[in-house]
């Protein structure tokens, strides 16, 4: 990731629930800073600075002054609701997505330096278990009514190719990555499903390491963020209990084998919570060890194509930067003191 003019090391990044304020409070200098760009017509992301989309420019200004390269997380296609599909099949919703798509990418050209997308997490999970024959092929969608994508199908799959090729010709200095979704599906599974939605033509993967505190739903009386859930949900740092943080690299590295193209990989949504032997815990409070786990045992993720991993709350109740007790300071100032993990 040459490209974004970073140290030669695992780049290391906060997002959602961590503020520039708090950051600079505790003196937090992140490679990377991520934003969400949600919602479709009124009152979506666009709209919520002036002139249309300055929102963008804003964010990415005040993120480059203080030394990170900016994320965005386009979030558009949860307007009608989670796993609701209705939408790409409908000309009116799907012109306003794409619009808003090619604004998110005029906005990203006049920047002038580079930006990484993270391209509708959670999306392409329920593109694969709503399919016909999980195949994104058979599933219709509005697509080549846009002028740079005009040559590509009104599927599932013309909407994934549609996002690269629309970034491509617009702006160039962004830097493209797609989700998948291990929800039901194999790597081998999920990475035929993205060859066939265009993931393999983009610059990397998103591995998206939990969006939840593992302590959140363990509690008895999760919040409705964290309910529904089926465990075990606190990952073994010795690697013998499953889920552990070997299995969760060996399924991302199944799955970019399975892509093909050799995409370096970038670790999303990793929770923030701090390590406890107690299950559970409280609302900003819930116990995790993925930072403490992740940030001291780096290494790993190079040798796997790792070039970085971006750490945030996920939601309302999660742990963040403001409530961890200075974890994330103190082990991302070890881990920058010590050089960083090499990049493979």
Known sequence: MAKLGKPSRVLVGLGAGNSLADMKSQSVRPD??????????????????????????????????????????????????????????????????????????????????????????????????????????????VVNSQAECSGLPNTAAGIGQCLVQMGRKIAPNALIGFPPSFWAATPAAMG?????????????????????????????????????????FYWDENNIATPNFHQSQSGISDYRTALSNGLPILWWQTPMGIPSATPGGTNQHYRDNRVDYMLRNTQEYGDIHTFAIVFSAGGTFQTSISTDGGQFARLLGQYLAQGGAALR
Do not use: K
């Open 32 to 141: 990377i800073v991520d934003t969400y760009l949600v919602g479709v017509g009124a009152g979506a992301w666009p709209t919520w600075n002036s002139p249309d989309g300055a929102y963008i420019t804003y964010t990415a200004q005040a993120i480059q002054a203080y030394g990170a390269t900016p994320m965005f997380t386009l979030y558009q296609m949860a307007q009608n609701g989670d796993g609701n599909l209705s939408g790409i099949a409908n000309a009116t919703f799907m012109n306003n997505y794409w619009g808003q798509v090619r604004l998110m990418y005029q906005r990203i050209a006049a920047l002038n330096a580079p930006a990484l997308i993270n391209l509708e997490p959670d999306f392409w999970g329920y593109v694969w278990a709503q399919a016909p024959g999980h195949d994104p092929t058979q599933l219709p969608a």
């Open 192 to 232: 035929a499903e993205m060859q066939v939605v265009g993931a393999h033509l983009a610059d990397f993967i998103v591995a998206q390491t939990s969006d939840r505190d593992a302590g959140c739903m363990e509690v008895a009386t999760p919040p409705a963020e964290c309910a529904g859930r089926s465990g075990p």
